[in-house]
């Protein structure tokens, strides 16, 4: 490993460990107040925030993105702190800390048998909500976890996932889509994060008046196991409580082959997350580029944050 590799999993590890030991409002505080200070750099990842909420947000002038990407660190930060806490919390704590609208979509999916699909964007706290899905719905699934460098850093987030209930596949190599049409074949709940392609063979959809690149996975999967395709959205209000709702299913269309079906089911998973995020801009965690005319041409899988 590298010295920066053996540095960033250092760091980590100890702000997990400090996290986790800290009463909760000393951690609410010390969220913002890193939030703030972040914010306050004016970095790459804060600028690329900023201009990834213009899209979301045409309208707002220079000081409204400002109080937006403001928000929006201490969102992200408000995620971090819960996830680094998450290990230690109760059953009761996560129980309480989330109320989802319309979850009937998935518990009668569930129960048909047939599997079910969720799709979310990077909205809010999905570990929290994965958390809440295994404690409360007492129902495990299989999710999908793009490989971290360092290595050591990748196992962290693993064996942490694990921990909740969740079996996590690595997204590189070809044999995770197999797995995940396995359990849904068998009737099981499969989880994906799908509002940014890492693969740059992803569907092509128009997300906020551009064109994006999603990955198809989701509407695959419902094609090839006859599973439930539900997006799901997620927001912060100002209680401890985090917010979703399950939208209604994701119909796989009567005609077309299969990448037509593909784009059109990937086109309403979009527009399922756009109608999320724009109730919620500041609770979407998108710090890299996503949209075509912003990534290098060279690199299209590029990370890059400004």
């Known amino acids: ?59 707002a002038g220079p000081e409204r993105l400002a109080e937006l990407s403001r928000a929006g660190m201490r969102s992200y930060l408000r995620y971090w702190m819960e996830s680094f806490r998450l290990p230690a919390w109760s059953e009761q704590r996560i129980r309480s800390g989330v109320v989802v609208d319309d979850i009937h979509h998935l518990t009668d999916g569930l129960a048909t048998g047939r599997g079910v699909v969720l799709a979310l964007p990077h909205l809010a706290n999905w570990d929290l909500a994965g958390a809440w899905v295994t404690t409360e719905l007492k129902t495990p699934f299989t999710t999908v976890a793009e490989r971290l460098k ?68 989701p509407a695959l999967l419902a094609q090839q196991t006859g599973a439930l395709l539900l997006p799901v959205t997620l927001w912060y209000d100002s209680s401890p409580v985090m917010r979703g709702r399950v939208h209604p299913a994701v119909e796989v269309p009567g005609s077309g082959d299969r990448a037509a079906k593909t784009s059109v089911m990937t086109q309403a998973l979009a527009d399922a997350f756009a109608s999320g995020i724009a109730e919620h801009p500041e609770d979407w965690h998108m710090l890299q580029r996503l949209w075509l005319d912003d990534l290098d041409p060279a690199h299209p899988r590029s990370g890059a944050t400004a």
């Open 150 to 217: 360092p290595e050591s850093l990748y196992d962290r987030f693993v064996a942490y996932r694990e921990s909740l209930g969740m079996e996590v596949l690595p997204h590189e190599g070809g044999a995770a889509f197999g797995t995940l049409a396995r359990r849904l074949r068998a009737g099981g709940l499969v989880c994906l994060v799908a509002d940014r392609d890492l693969s740059a063979s992803g569907v092509e959809v128009e997300f906020f008046g551009a064109t994006a690149r999603m990955p198809a996975g």
């Open 1 to 59: 490993m590298s010295t920066a590799g053996r540095l960033t999993d250092t760091l980590y590890g100890a702000g997990w460990a400090t996290a986790k030991k800290l009463p909760e409002p000393v951690a609410v505080r010390l969220g913002r107040t890193l939030a703030d200070l972040v914010w306050k750099r004016r970095g790459k990842g804060v600028l690329r925030l900023e201009a990834n909420l213009a899209r979301v947000v045409p309208d």
